[in-house]
């Protein structure tokens, strides 16, 4: 990573131009949290998002996929308690007034307004109780406003999830932020449910476009919680140019830094997913090292973090690896398991990871190989368990079929699962 791209405080926040609030509406009844959030920025921007691939669209993804089409945006209103998805002519009306609602209280078109919802299913979504509180909400905006937004979108979210970097681009110092909520309904079409980034660079829609969509390829992409699409996923980015830099048009040095730096927020934000999976108690990351190409290592490292088998030898701490090499074997994609070897590694704490987002030791105490070239080893059985154990864990994949390398996230399997979602509606 280039050590020039730093982390900072401020989420979605951190550039210029850009502030936030949320506000609680009581969408849902039981709810004692912000469920309303904000975001605006000064100056119109540059936009790009990529939506849920599920056949079934909440009314707000439609909507928004509309406004966004010519590039440009100014503000983003969401609500967490009520996904407004199978609900009709009535949920497309209600959407739109989300959107004029917030193009009222900012100055800005309702056209250029991005409308996002999660929550239950198939139930109206009481707008009026967003009507009420949106003078609230507006008067609220500041850049310390992240903080009250990135609670609003949680659902059973256990903590929020934001984070936000700065870089030089044409001598000019930029920022780019984000704030995300995913733990449920998490798979690779797209894996999370509400993702927004911003930034102060000077950038042309089709470029950042271009950008997202390269993103998101290795970062949110490669997520899986549940095997299940949401139907309101939406991952939008928002440039609104106060940084100064000269425009990014094209390809080249300019635009490679941005993209570096998306791709190392988006990295940070997409393990934080999977580490807040339902009930999960541990991030499973699968790396996959020597496949024909990185599209290929990538598609092994899914099938492997995306098995229910697996997720429950990680639930486990058993060194269970033939339950790996099976959910490869059945991916399609071809590879070599005789010249394949695999470890168990762990950097010791999820937390500390994200924060130095570098890679997991692969010797010493911390590691453990338990298959080589098509052979089970005799292997530390209490030494695996324990590296199992983590809080962050990783299986380390050595094929022997070419030079190319993925990474996918995921997490354990628990009890806590079902009971979660054995009564989520109710």
Not at 101 to 127: F, M, N, W, Y
Not at 287 to 315: C, D
Not at 384 to 406: F, H, R, Y
Request: charged residues 25%; aromatic residues 6%; glycine residues 10%.
């Amino acid at each position: 990573m280039d050590s020039s791209i730093k982390f900072i405080d401020g989420g979605v926040c951190a550039a210029q131009g850009f502030t936030a609030n949320g506000v609680l509406c009581k969408i849902k009844a039981s709810r004692t949290t912000n469920d309303t959030a904000l975001i605006y920025s000064e100056k119109p921007c540059s936009a790009a998002g990529v939506f849920t691939q599920n056949r079934v669209k909440a009314e707000s993804v439609k909507l928004s996929k509309k406004n966004i089409e010519n590039g440009r945006i100014q503000a983003v209103i969401a609500n967490s308690g009520n996904a407004n998805c199978c609900t009709g002519e009535q949920g497309a009306k209600v959407a739109y007034h989300m959107a004029e609602l917030a193009a009222k209280v900012t100055g800005c078109s309702a056209e250029d307004v991005i409308v996002c919802s999660t929550g239950v299913i198939g139930a109206q979504l009481p707008v009026e109780k967003i009507e009420a509180k949106i003078e609230e909400l507006a008067k609220g905006l500041s850049k310390e406003g992240h903080k009250e937004a990135r609670i609003a979108i949680m659902t059973t979210d256990t903590q929020y999830k934001e984070c936000a970097v700065q870089f030089t681009i044409g001598g000019k110092l930029c920022k780019m932020g984000t704030m995300c909520k995913g733990s449920g309904m998490i798979h690779i079409n797209l894996g999370t449910m509400l993702s927004f980034i911003t930034t102060d660079v000077a950038i042309s829609p089709k470029m950042i476009d271009k950008a997202l969509r390269e993103s998101i390829k290795g970062t949110y992409n490669c997520v899986s919680v549940d095997g299940d699409t949401s139907t309101n996923d939406t991952l939008v980015l928002l440039a609104n140019g106060m940084a100064g830099n000269p425009e990014i048009t094209s390809e080249g040095d300019d635009y490679n830094t941005f993209l570096e730096a998306l791709n190392k927020l988006n990295r940070v934000m997409a393990m934080k997913i999977a580490a807040d999976g339902e009930g999960a108690t541990r991030l499973v990351q699968c790396t996959v090292n020597g496949a024909r190409t990185v599209e290929e290592a990538r598609g092994l490292a899914k099938e492997v973090i995306s098995s229910s088998l697996v997720k429950a030898a990680m639930f486990g701490a058993d060194a269970n690896f033939g339950r790996f090499l099976c959910a490869m074997g059945y991916s399609g994609i071809d590879f070599t398991p005789e010249k394949t070897n695999i470890w168990f590694t762990s950097k010791g704490g999820a937390k500390r990871y994200f924060e130095d987002n570098d890679n997991f030791e692969v010797h010493g105490e911390n590691s453990v190989k338990v298959y080589e070239n098509g052979v089970p080893l005799n292997f530390d059985e209490d030494l695996a368990k324990k590296i199992m154990s983590e809080e962050a864990v990783e299986i380390l994949v050595q094929c022997g079929d070419g030079n190319a390398s993925g990474t996918a996230w995921g997490c354990d399997l628990t009890y806590d699962y079902v009971k979660i979602n054995g009564d989520y509606r109710t």
